[in-house]
């Protein structure tokens, strides 16, 4: 797999190393884009400068956001189950931003709001150590399974999608194998047996004579 489709895809399944090493990649790319984008957007002295920064570090937070999920999803395959999985976190943040949303509505004092947010920050923080272990400490599932989605070798089964080009050499050699192999076990015709050559001496019985004809 290569970079693109490991921060990108949806389809497919990783380990624990490439999830980790998935997530190194977003948190040092998402550094340096952030970094470029303050760079570039702030020193502008125009009157929008404030709000093309914060366009510029959206963008970046939407890329990392995808970036994370993609990896979740594919690490949810690698554990045999679906990659629905990841949208968990979302149900609690949801419930948390309505929370605040309502309160800033009412004009609702930080005291009435919070006792609303916490229990969903809870269950957030409970979501987060379960991805946490789930995906990144535990192994996948042995074999293949069917998130797998290398396309068969060519001449194999189509029902053992993860067979790689190597497999389907090495059946063309087991077939040519024991192409041979029929071809020499084809019993070869034997020769056909050459004609007896009997002489009269042999047809009568007699003795066989040397030289002269004896006399009656």
Known sequence: MDLVSLLFSF??????????????????????LNFAAV??????????????????????MLAMGWCGLALQVKRFHDRGRSGYWALAPFAPACMMA?????????????????????????????INLWLFVDLGLLAGTDGPNKYDHTPPAPGGDASTPWRSSIGGAAQAMERAIASSAAAAATPVPAPAPRPAVASASLRTGAAPSFGRRAAR
């Not at 309505?98 to 923080?125: D, E, F, H, K």
Request: proline share 5%; no cysteine; net charge positive.
């Open 39 to 60: 760079l570039i957007t702030a020193p502008s002295a125009q009157a929008s400068s404030g709000a093309l920064t914060a366009l510029a570090l959206g963008l970046v």
């Open 11 to 32: 389809h497919g399944r990783i380990n624990r190393l490439q999830y980790w090493l998935g997530n190194l990649a977003i948190t040092v790319g998402g550094f340096v």
């Open 98 to 126: 309505l929370a605040i949303i309502g309160g800033v509505a009412t004009n609702a004092p930080a005291s009435v709001v919070m006792p609303q947010v916490m229990p969903w920050l809870g269950i957030l923080m409970l």
